[in-house]
């Protein structure tokens, strides 16, 4: 009776969306920021910033040392006279945390002694320093040469070049408490040409702007829970932009200690802003939470191949082909909070896990925005947010299009036998179980969410790599044929391209989770990798068969 109260009460992910959600917001979570200055990239330009911009005669990096040393004496200055604490960053690998930028700070945890600060400085209401950490990192800067010049041969001076080259250098963070951002760092290598990070969490900025807004709200760890007016949160989550982060960096610029000076930006000498990870989260707050755990951990049970390179093609919308670098698989890991599912493409993930044990949490990080086919500069924020955004919603589009498929009796007989069309045309069957209709069902799944269709050339190469079996264009064709006739498919008009009907989708998606998650199951249960459960009640069934079987003396004699 408990079991069959329990099926009766499964409840799908396309449930929980469509009618159990207390609150969806899409927002912008931890933002990654590159700062460098666009004209000292090459040594050409650092001899030219010390000759032609500070008017040395001889390009010396003693004239770099000098500069660098007073921005370190800056920086010393400014703390001892704002009273703010220096922390000292233990040098250790930059490495640690998968899916992470290799120079982030994440790995070394600096941000656990800061909390503390952070939350004294949350009290006073007021933007400030909170405390300066120090750190030796790697990273890309200028160091020098001795070369000869024809004209310096001739003179006996002395000339350098300059290259990029990576080393361990001191690095400073400014960790900050804006009024408008909340938490939030500058970094600032005290090296030429001084490349620098900054970094703040997009949610926190949502929460300061909609307590000003009068918007009520129930907090996340790292999100809402609730809002009171959720329409006006969102529109605040989706206002945000370029400009918003110009304004915070001027801000802050304008109040830090730096290498550079004005007269060295009115010469054009200042940093530019570029994405290096960026976060976009959808959060779905659940109206029952207590039932949130068991309905995620199934729903991470049931796309575990979410990270195919087919499954990433449609998440991101980009088209991946044979020679596409990058790593494309799926990783399940478990924390002390549950379940979550990480799936990679190329230097990017598409996440997925239960927040704070009552949201869905689905998260798209960006660590290389080439990868969308977006610029770097911070001006194409809000394309890169649309793309993400997209990725997040196809996601929950393709995790949601596996449940919900059951099919009654009446809807599959026409299917699984021959039938006549209302024209009087013969539509051959698609039974259940035979090789060729189950690649065929199977490819039709990989192409759920093609936006643009799909044509007898692009479904045959799934079809045949499915059934690992030689697969003509004529084959293909009477295949279609069948499918237009049982109404699983329609030929857009003036084309060659067909798109799944809402039965077609039904069909395909139960034909393949029937075949691949239960009867598969099912006809190994006697094999040693089958779940112990299974094989002790197969084996029982098999007990009882060979009981009826003696008892009406059906034996075939030996």
């Not at 910033?49 to 390009?59: N, R």
């Not at 992470?100 to 994440?106: E, I, L, N």
Request: with cysteine.
């Amino acid at each position: 009776m408990s079991s069959r109260l329990a099926r009766a009460n499964t409840v799908t992910v396309n449930d929980v969306l469509d009618g159990h959600t207390l609150l969806r917001i899409d927002c912008l979570d931890r933002v990654y920021l590159t700062t460098y200055v666009p004209n000292l990239v090459v040594g050409g330009q650092v001899v030219s910033f010390l000759t032609q911009h500070e008017g040395a005669p001889i390009p010396s990096p003693a004239l770099l040392d000098r500069r660098g040393q007073q921005f370190r004496r800056a920086v010393m200055s400014f703390a001892e006279a704002g009273d703010i604490p220096i922390l000292d960053f233990k040098a250790k690998s930059d490495k640690g945390r998968p899916g992470m930028p290799a120079d982030s700070p994440w790995p070394e945890r600096k941000i656990d002694k800061v909390t503390p600060l952070m939350r004294k400085a949350a009290a006073t209401g007021r933007s400030q320093v909170v405390a300066i950490g120090a750190a030796q990192e790697y990273q890309r800067v200028f160091t020098a040469t001795k070369t000869a010049t024809k004209t310096a041969t001739e003179t006996g001076a002395v000339w350098f070049s300059f290259t990029r080259v990576e080393r361990r250098v001191t690095c400073y963070y400014f960790y900050l408490w804006d009024t408008d951002f909340g938490p939030a760092f500058f970094k600032i290598c005290a090296y030429f040409p001084y490349p620098g990070k900054i970094w703040f969490n997009g949610h926190e900025w949502a929460k300061r702007q909609a307590l000003k807004a009068g918007i009520g709200f129930t907090e996340l760890s790292n999100g809402f829970a609730s809002a009171t007016d959720p329409a006006a949160l969102q529109n605040i989550c989706d206002s945000f932009g370029p400009g918003h982060i110009t304004v915070f960096a001027e801000r802050w610029w304008a109040r830090l200690p730096l290498p550079f000076t004005p007269a060295d930006r009115q010469a054009g000498y200042w940093w530019a802003i570029s994405m290096r990870q960026i976060e976009m989260a959808t959060t779905i707050t659940f109206t029952a939470p207590r039932h949130a755990r068991a309905f995620f951990e199934a729903l991470a049970a049931d796309n575990l191949d979410i990270g195919r390179p087919d499954n990433m093609e449609i998440i991101f919308n980009r088209q991946v082909r044979a020679t596409t670098k990058g790593t494309f698989r799926t990783a399940i890991d478990r924390d002390n909070e549950g379940i979550v599912v990480n799936a990679f493409y190329r230097h990017s993930r598409i996440t997925y896990y239960l927040k704070d044990r009552r949201a869905l949490r689905v998260e798209t990080v960006i660590n290389d925005t080439y990868a969308l086919a977006v610029l770097r500069r911070i001006d194409h924020l809000p394309d890169l947010i649309a793309k993400t955004r997209d990725a997040n919603r196809r996601l929950l589009a393709t995790i949601g299009v596996g449940q919900g498929c059951v099919l009654v009796s009446p809807a599959l007989e026409p299917i699984t036998r021959p039938t006549l069309t209302e024209g009087g045309r013969r539509a051959p069957a698609l039974r259940f179980g035979d090789p060729r209709v189950m690649a065929l069902t199977g490819a039709l799944c990989l192409s759920l969410f093609a936006v643009t269709g799909f044509t007898n050339k692009t479904l045959r190469g799934l079809v045949a790599r499915l059934l690992g079996a030689p697969y003509s264009a004529s084959q293909m064709t009477y295949d279609l044929r069948r499918l237009a006739a049982k109404g699983l498919i329609h030929r857009l008009e003036h084309s060659h391209t067909y798109v799944l009907t809402p039965d077609g989708r039904r069909i395909a998606i139960f034909y393949s989770k029937l075949h691949n998650r239960l009867l598969r199951s099912i006809t190994a249960a006697d094999q040693p990798h089958a779940p112990p459960g299974l094989r002790h009640a197969m084996a029982a069934i098999d007990r009882h068969v060979e009981d009826y079987i003696t008892r009406a003396r059906l034996r075939p004699a030996a």
